[in-house]
């Protein structure tokens, strides 16, 4: 059950996003937090959050924006921890061949992990992947809403071409989704730029692109508060 990722999903975001180019829209936190603050609004983030975790389809590319950065100004917001769940997960995605009881397992892990990981498609992808092996279509397709505007979400932050248009990024494994999505692979080499960027180096392409800009500022910011 190698490579699952769902990569038509992400070359129809990526299609669509570059499409739009230069109307980006990267995270102002400040507004952003004193959006999600309001308790009376549609914008206060529990609100939203529980829309999240309930595959509420109807949340909006606006929506989406403030639940996806609003989530580095939670308490709970922690980028470099791990799971022990994750290993488990890993574990059964290493295999070859994938059992029905494997698929069970999957969605148990898949599940536990993203109410914790609410936007780490490395954990939804799996999950979307064992439900359509298990007839659960409609949650798929819920969840494959969500994946989609996360995708979405980034490649409106930016094009990741140079340091004023990075993808503005919360997890460091949203650096390596982007380059799938996009259809580069990663050329082995990644730096830290002026403190606040992350230069990935991408394999050879037809379009001339050595490297693609993330802006993680906020992750490091994460760690700055651990101190």
Same mark, same amino acid.
């Given at each position: 059950?190698?490579?699952?990722?769902?990569?038509?999903?992400?070359?129809?975001?990526?299609?669509?996003?570059?499409?739009?180019?230069?109307?980006?829209?990267?995270?102002?936190?400040?507004?952003?937090?004193?959006?999600?603050?309001?308790?009376?609004?549609?914008?206060?983030?529990?609100?939203?959050?529980?829309?999240?975790?309930?595959?509420?389809?109807?949340?909006?590319?606006?929506?989406?924006?403030?639940?996806?950065?609003?989530?580095?100004?939670?308490?709970?917001?922690?980028?470099?921890?791990?799971?022990?769940?994750?290993?488990?997960?890993?574990?059964?995605? #290493?295999? =070859?061949?994938?059992? $029905?009881?494997?698929? +069970?397992? &999957?969605?148990?892990? @898949?599940?536990? /992990?993203?109410?914790?990981?609410?936007?780490?498609?490395?954990?939804?992808?799996?999950?979307?992947?064992?439900?359509?092996?298990?007839?659960?279509?409609?949650?798929?397709? #819920?969840? =494959?809403?969500?994946? $989609?505007?996360?995708? +979405?979400? &980034?490649?409106?932050? @930016?094009?990741? /071409?140079?340091?004023?248009?990075?993808?503005?990024?919360?997890?460091?494994?949203?650096?390596?989704?982007?380059?799938?999505?996009?259809?580069?692979?990663?050329?082995?080499?990644?730096?830290?730029?002026?403190?606040?960027?992350?230069?990935?180096?991408?394999?050879?392409?037809?379009?001339?692109?050595?490297?693609?800009?993330?802006?993680?500022?906020?992750?490091?910011?994460?760690?700055?508060?651990?101190?």
């Amino acid at each position: 059950m190698k490579k699952i990722l769902s990569f038509l999903l992400l070359f129809a975001f990526a299609g669509s996003a570059m499409a739009q180019q230069n109307n980006f829209t990267p995270p102002r936190y400040k507004k952003i937090r004193k959006a999600i603050e309001k308790k009376e609004s549609g914008s206060y983030y529990p609100f939203l959050m529980q829309r999240l975790q309930s595959n509420d389809t109807t949340l909006t590319v606006e929506d989406y924006h403030l639940l996806y950065y609003g989530y580095a100004l939670q308490t709970g917001y922690a980028p470099y921890a791990t799971h022990p769940l994750a290993d488990s997960l890993m574990s059964i995605l #290493r295999k =070859e061949e994938v059992t $029905g009881q494997d698929y +069970e397992a &999957i969605i148990r892990h @898949g599940s536990a /992990l993203l109410l914790g990981n609410p936007f780490e498609i490395r954990f939804l992808d799996p999950l979307i992947y064992a439900h359509r092996m298990k007839g659960n279509q409609e949650m798929a397709a #819920r969840l =494959e809403f969500r994946f $989609g505007r996360i995708i +979405e979400t &980034i490649f409106g932050s @930016g094009d990741g /071409l140079s340091r004023e248009t990075a993808f503005h990024v919360t997890s460091v494994s949203h650096e390596y989704d982007m380059l799938r999505a996009l259809g580069f692979g990663f050329g082995g080499q990644q730096q830290l730029i002026d403190g606040k960027y992350d230069y990935l180096k991408v394999s050879k392409n037809d379009y001339g692109i050595e490297g693609m800009y993330f802006d993680v500022s906020v992750l490091l910011r994460s760690l700055s508060n651990l101190r």
